[in-house]
């Protein structure tokens, strides 16, 4: 599987994927700590390729984060660092 940052705004990251097997999920990975945080996003789950906007979580702290792919716990994928500011949404989008 692969997975590229393809940029982001002040709601989420934009990803390309491809090959990815049914039921991955999105995670952001603090790139300091290797803290985990699952996103609610439920757009790499149907596998394949395509493109998604991966909403960041609620209360996701300012830092450098990668975005990985995981399936069971295991991960698969991850694109490049980015930067999160932390700042809102303070609510999920629509």
Known sequence: MIINY???DATGVGVQFVDA???V???FVDANTGRSTM???DALEAGGAGTATIPFPV???AGDYFLAAQLS???LAQTVKFHATGEP???LPP
């Open 21 to 23: 097997p049914t039921g």
């Open 73 to 75: 716990g295991q991960k």
């Open 59 to 61: 209360g996701l702290p």
């Open 6 to 8: 393809t940029g982001q």
């Open 25 to 27: 999920r999105a995670v």
């Open 39 to 41: 996103s609610n996003s």
């Open 89 to 91: 949404p303070t609510e």
